[in-house]
């Protein structure tokens, strides 16, 4: 099994009979999605809620009854994946282009648990260049007052064509090198006017689960 399965179905562990689950986006989560598909063809009563059109598809492949905001009261654990880790659980999200809806609903959820094999894991952030969601209005702008904060912001790219996200934004991947204070950082990106979020997520972790030595691990705040 490889470390992204091994991460992924492990945090499934964490999800009871029942519960409103965040979905996350991307090649770890969709380990959960399948486990969790398994879950429900075995009884399990599991509403979703997707944070990427992608995983809302993968869902209902799965046979997970997905759920808006408008039919919950909340969100009981959230799962998703990282591009980066540091020893406090703050991330860099966003590879994907799903970071947005990523934060809204972690934010939401009461419990977060991120699942990232062990190539993720940073001593600082910022190796990995931070998607950041910006209006397509003022782009040209908006990216040079990004630059201004000390990186280097490249439009992502769907062969030519800008990539869209799911809510019809641009994505900056924006290269710092690294990043000294995150909680600085996140902040600062998301004052300029055009910037929507960034993929930082800063003390938002609840539960970590990775791979260490080839071992499972997990960590908590
Ligand atoms: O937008 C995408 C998400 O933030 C993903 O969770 C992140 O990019 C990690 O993806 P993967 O599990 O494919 O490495």
Sequence with gaps: MNEK???????????????????????????????????????????????????????????ITLVDFKDVNQIDVAIDGADEFDADLNLI????????????????ASIFIVIADSSKGAK???AF????????FGADMTTKKIAELGCEPKLRLTGNQP??????????DCD???????????LQLNKIPGVVENGLFVNMADRLITIENGELVEKTK
């Design 163 to 172: 990539f869209i996200t799911d809510n019809g934004n641009y994505i900056l």
């Design 93 to 108: 999200k966003g590879g994907g282009g799903a970071l947005l809806r990523e934060k809204i609903i972690a934010n939401a």
């Design 129 to 136: 260049p931070l998607p950041v969601e910006i209006v397509t």
């Design 5 to 63: 399965q091994m991460v992924g179905e492990k945090a499934v562990e964490y999800i009871k009979d029942g519960m409103v689950v965040g979905l996350g986006t991307g090649s770890t989560a969709y380990y959960t999605i399948t486990k969790l598909g398994e879950l429900v063809r075995n009884g399990f009563n599991i509403k979703g809620i997707p944070t990427s059109e992608q995983t809302a598809a993968l869902a209902v492949e799965q046979g």
């Design 124 to 126: 600082k952030l910022g």
């Design 176 to 186: 710092f090198k690294h990043i000294e204070s995150p909680k600085e950082m996140e």
